[in-house]
C-alpha cells in the first residue's frame, strides 16, 4: 500500500532525482504518499556542460536555468515539496554542519522509505560522496543518544539506491523493480524539462523499457511495461516470501 | 497475502527443509497456503553419521529411521504432501530422466514459490547439485517449447535459496528475512524429532533467534521475534517499494 | 585493422549472435575480415516461445521458421559461412564428440578472435553449458599434444563474451565496447528476421543506443552513435596502452 | 603458544570487545599473554539507545553508566590495562592529532596482535571510520621514517578483526576461529555487565555456540564447544601449513 | 610440529606438484612428515608441448619422457611414495569409478592434509576438474555412511590449493605462505628435472623469490628468504591467534 | 601509434613510478610520445627505511637522497619533465589546494593517458589516498563548469593503475600487458639508482619476466619476453576487437 507511505529523496544534482526515480515519485505522489525532494546542489560545475556551451554563460545564469528546469520537472511529477540546498558540487564537501542538517531533514520528515545515490558510482565521486552522508545520516538519526534539539529520533527506514549510468562497471545490483507503467508518460514529459541533455533523455527513456522488460521476465506479469530499478541498502523484511 | 500460495520446496536430504524452512512452512499451511515438499534422498550416505554409528545399523536400517523422522516433522508443520525420491546420496547424482521428474513435478504444482538450496554450499556438494539441477529445471518448465506429455508451461516463480550451514564461507546473503514468530515453537517441534542431531537443533534454534534480531534490527519491528532468512534468486518485482 | 582477421562465433540458439553481436559481425565482414558462425541449436524448445503460440505448432514446423529467419539475418549482415549443428536445446547436452567436433571446427578456421556466451547468465542455462564448451575446447585447440587427425594446433586466440540479458544480475562486466555507428542500420535490418520476438528487437536496438551512450561517455569520441559490448576473457595484451 | 604474547585491542565503543572477543581476551589474559584494551569512546550517542530511555537521563549519567559497565566486564576477564579515550561517537572523527595518539599507543605496547572493527560493518559508520585508523595507524607505526620523539619502530604484526553484528551483510569472512571452551563462562559474565543490552547478551551468547560448532565441523576437533571468530587483515605466514 | 603429520598431494598432470609445492614437499619430508604424491595424468596432451616438438614423438615417448622426469624430481624432494594414475588428460574425465579410487586414496592414507589445485584457473580445464572432484571426494571420505569395504571413515582434514599460473586471472587468494628457505634449493633441483620447460623453471625459481618478499613483509621474519603460498579452502581453526 | 601521445604519470613516492612502469614510459619516450611525471612526495617517511639506518639521518638528508636517486632513474628513462610536489608521506593528506593543482596540472598537460597508483593497496594508505585523488581530479579536470582561469576542459582521457606490491590481497587484476622488451635494460637500470632498496631492484626485475611469461601466454607473441601490467580505471571503446 503505497498510500500513507512517506518518501523522502536526497539528489545530489539537480536531475538526478528524475532520471532514476521520476516514475517512482509520480506514482507515489499519485497514490496518496507524502514525497519530498532535497536537491543538493544544482550541479553548476559538474552537471551542466551544455549550459556552460551557450555564449555568455555566468555561474549565475546556469544555476538559474537548472534551478528552472527542476521546478517545473517537480510539479509535472507532481512533488508538492522540493528544497534547494545549493552546495558547491565538483566537489561536494561534507562538514559537520551538514551532516546536522541532514539529520534535521531526516528526523523532520520520518520517513518510511529514503531514496537515494548507491553506494558507488564508477564515474562521479559526488554521488559517491552523497551515498555515504546520507547513509550515516541516517543511522544517527535512528539512535536516541544523537540528541538535537526539536528533533525525535526515527524509527529503522529502508534506504533504496539509484541506478549509476555506468550500471556494470559501477557494481550496481538491481534490488528491486518498480512497476512505473501508470506514471511512464509523466517521467517522460519531467525528463523533457532538461532540454540541454537531450541525449539523457533518450537514454532514461529506453532505460524505463529495459527495466519493464526486466520486471516482465521475472514476475512473469504481462502488464508490466515500465520499471524503475534500485539497489537495496538492506534485505526486505517481511511476514511473508516477496 | 499467503492464503492462495503455492509454495514447493526441494530438499536434497531428510531434514534439509525443515532446520531452514520448517518455520515457513509451517506459517504458510496455517494461513492456507498450498504446500509440496519433495525430499530426494534420505541422506543415508552423507546425513545420518550418527544413525551409522549405533550397533547393527544397515542402510535399510538407517533409511527407515530417517524416514521416519522426517515424516514426523512435516505432520508437526502440517505439510499434508511430503514426497521422497530415494535417491542416493553423497553424491547425489543427475540424469535427464531425474531432470524431466523434476520439471514434471514443477509443472503439475505451478508454484507462486519454489525454496530450495541456494547456489553455494562450501561443505556440501549435494546442496549444489540439487540447486543447480532445479534452477535448470524451474527455466525448462518455463519453456512452452519444451514438451511433456499432460503438463502445461508454467509461469516464471520466486526462487529462494536455504541458508546454507555455513553461511559467510560459502558467500550466502540474506535476500528476504521471513518473520516466523507465530510458528517457531512448532518448528522447534519438528526439528526435535532429528533425536540423532541434538547439535543442530540447537544450532538451528539460535539461527531462528539471530535472524529475528537482525529482522528487528532491520524493520525496527519489535514484534518480530524469530525469523528465518533465504537467499534471493531474482530480485524483487513490485508496484511499490518494499 | 579489421581486414585480414578471422572471427568464429558460437552461438547456443539461432539468434543470440545477431542480438549481441551483430553489428560487429557486419563491420567485420564490410572491412574484409572472414567470418564465420556456427549455431548450435535452433532454440526449439527454449526460445521459440512465441512460435510455440501459433496454432499447428510442430517441432519440424517450428526449426524451419527458425531457420528461415537466421538465414535472413545471416544474409543482410553479410555472413557467408554459417553452420547449423542442429544440437537438442534446453537443455544442451555436451558429450566427447561434440567437443571434438567444437575443437575441429575452431583448428580449420584459426580464428584470431572467438566470439561466444559470457560465463554466467542468470537465466539461461544452455549458455552457461556452451561459454564452458567454447572456452575448453579453445584450450584443447591449442594444444599440440591433443592429436586430430587433419588438424593443426592454433595459436592463442582471443575470447570475447556476449551481453547476457540482464547483464547487472548475471556479474556482466564490459571489458570493450565496439562502435558499430556503420553498420547499426544492417543490425536492425537483420533482428527485424526475428518477426516472432519483435520485443527483443526493440529491446537489442535500445541497447546499442545505450552501449553508444558509454562509448562516448567513455572515450570523449563524439563520432560513437551505436555500440556493442563484450566481455574479455583474457585481458589485453599490447605493444602500448590502449 | 600464548604465554608471553602482547594482544593490543581498539574498540570503538565501550562493550564492542566484549561482545566479539571477550573469550579470547580472557584466554589470552589466563594464559600469560599482556592485553591492553584501548576503548575509544563510551558510545554515548551511537550505543546506549536504552540508558537514554530512562528518566533523567543526561549525557554524563550515560557516559558514567558505560564506563562503570566496562570497567567491571574488563575485570571480570582480566583485562588490567584498559584505557578510555572518551571520544565523541555517532560520528567518531579523526584528525592528525588522534592519528598520532594511536600511533604512539601501537609503538609503546608494539604488540604482536591487533585487534579491532572488522573492514566494513553495514550498519555502523563509526566502526568503518575505527578500521580505517587503525589500519593506517599501523602502518605508519611500522616506518621507520615516521618520527615520534620517545617511541621506536615496530615490527609488522598481524591485525585481526571483530565480526561485525550482521556478518553476511557486511560481506564478513571468518579467517579464523579460536576456541574459548575454556573462558566462555567469564565471557557471558563479562556480557552480564551490559544490563542495558540483554538482547546483545543472548545473541552472543549464541553467536559463541555457532562458532563453536563451526570450529568442530572445520578442524574435526570435538573439544571445541565455543568459539569466536575474526576476519584476517592479511594471510598466515608460517613455517609450517596450519 | 611438522613431524608425525601426513600430507596427501593430488597433482592433475606430472609436474604441477613441483612447480607449485616442491618446496614445502621437501620440507615436510625433511622434517619427518609422512608424504605421498598422486600424479593424475601425465599430462601428455596439455602439457608437453616441448616434448611433441622433437622428431619422431609418439604418445608412448611423451608419456616415458613425463615419467622419468617426474619420478627424478619427487627422488630430488624425498618423495618415497607417488603414484601415477595415467589418466588421459586435456579433458581429463571424471567417473564414478574414478571417485571411489580418489575416496579409497584419501581414506587409506586419512592424511591431516591435502594440497590440491585450487578452486580456479582460468586457463586449465583440468585443474578446475580436480580441485572439485578431491574437494568432493574429501567429503565423502569424511562421511561415515559412505561405506566401502576396506576403509575407514576420516576426520575432517584441511585443503590447500596451489597457486594457479596466473593468479590474478585466476582470483586466486594466498591463505597461507610456508617458508622454505632451507629446502629452496632441493626446489630448484627438482624443477630443472623438467628439462623441455625452461621457462618454466625460471618462472617458479623467481615466485619463490617473491613469495618469500611477501612473507617477510607480513610477518617482519627477515630471515624467511623463499616461500610458497597456497590458499585455504577453510579458515584456520586455532586454540589461539595465529 | 606511440608516438605524438601524450602520458602524465603520479607517483605518490619518489620510486612508485619507476618499478611500476619504469619500462612503459621509457618506451613512451623512446618512441615519440610527451611523457611526463608527478612525484608527490619523497617518500621520507614511509619509503625510505634503509635510508634511516644510516647513522646521521636527517629528514633533509633523506630527502635529499631520495631526490638524486629519482632525478637519476628519470634521466636513464629518458624523461625530461618531472616535477616535485614535496608533500609530506605517511599520511599523505589532501585539501582543496591541492585538489585545484592536480586539475590545474591534468589540463595544462591534457593527456591521453594518466598513469597512477590502482584503487586498493591492501599495505600502503598513501597510495589509496592518491589513486582517488587523481581519479576525483581527472573528472574534475574533464567538466566544463570547473573553472579555473587560464585552464582548459579536458577531454576523457585513460587511466592507468600501477600494480600494487602484493597483487592479490590488493584485489588487483591486469587490464593490459605492454611489451617492455626494447626498454627492459633501461628499466633495470633505472631501479638500479635506487641502491637503498635492493630487494625491491631484484623484485621488480622478475616482475617485468613474469608479466612477460603471461603477455606471451595470453597472446601467443613469443617475441614478447618482458612487459608491465596495469589495471584499467575503464574499459576499452574501441573502433574494433582488441
Redesign the interface.
Known amino acids: 500500500?503505497?498510500q500513507g507511505?512517506t518518501?523522502l529523496v536526497f539528489s545530489a544534482h539537480a536531475a538526478d532525482y528524475v532520471w532514476r526515480s521520476g516514475g517512482?515519485i509520480a506514482?507515489?505522489v499519485q497514490e496518496g504518499a507524502e514525497v519530498q525532494v532535497v536537491v543538493l546542489s544544482f550541479?553548476?560545475?559538474?552537471?551542466?556542460?551544455d549550459l556552460?556551451?551557450k555564449p555568455g554563460a555566468t555561474?549565475d545564469l546556469?544555476k538559474a536555468a537548472r534551478k528552472a528546469e527542476t521546478v517545473a520537472a517537480a510539479g509535472i511529477l507532481g512533488v508538492e515539496w522540493i528544497e534547494f540546498w545549493d552546495l558547491q558540487d565538483?566537489?561536494l564537501?561534507v562538514d559537520a554542519i551538514l551532516?546536522e542538517r541532514v539529520v534535521r531533514k531526516i528526523r523532520e520528515v520520518a520517513p518510511d522509505?529514503i531514496i537515494t545515490h548507491d553506494r558507488f558510482d564508477?564515474?562521479?565521486?559526488d554521488h559517491n560522496t552523497v551515498s555515504q552522508l546520507i547513509?550515516?545520516c541516517s543511522?544517527?538519526s535512528n539512535?536516541?543518544?544523537?540528541?538535537l534539539e526539536g528533533t525525535q529520533t526515527t524509527?529503522?527506514?529502508?534506504l533504496?539506491g539509484f541506478e549509476p549510468?555506468?550500471?556494470?562497471?559501477s557494481g550496481?545490483?538491481?534490488?528491486?523493480?518498480?512497476?512505473i507503467t501508470d506514471t511512464y508518460e509523466k517521467k517522460v514529459e519531467a525528463m523533457n524539462c532538461f532540454k540541454a541533455q537531450s541525449?539523457l533523455i533518450?537514454?532514461y527513456t529506453?532505460?524505463a523499457?529495459?527495466r519493464g522488460?526486466?520486471?516482465r521476465?521475472?514476475?512473469?506479469?504481462q502488464e508490466?511495461k515500465y520499471?524503475e530499478?534500485?539497489s537495496r541498502?538492506?534485505?526486505?523484511?517481511?511476514?511473508?516470501?516477496?
Open positions: 500500500m503505497i507511505k518518501l517512482t506514482k507515489y550541479g553548476v560545475r559538474g552537471e551542466s556542460n556552460w556551451k555561474e546556469v565538483y566537489p564537501q551532516e522509505y564508477i564515474l562521479n565521486p547513509f550515516r543511522v544517527m539512535s536516541n543518544g544523537v540528541k524509527r529503522q527506514m529502508q533504496f549510468h555506468q550500471t556494470e562497471l550496481y545490483q538491481p534490488g528491486i523493480f518498480v512497476d541525449h533518450e537514454y529506453q532505460r523499457f529495459m522488460n526486466h520486471a521476465r521475472l514476475s512473469g506479469r508490466y520499471a530499478s534500485f541498502f538492506f534485505p526486505v523484511v517481511s511476514p511473508e516470501l516477496l
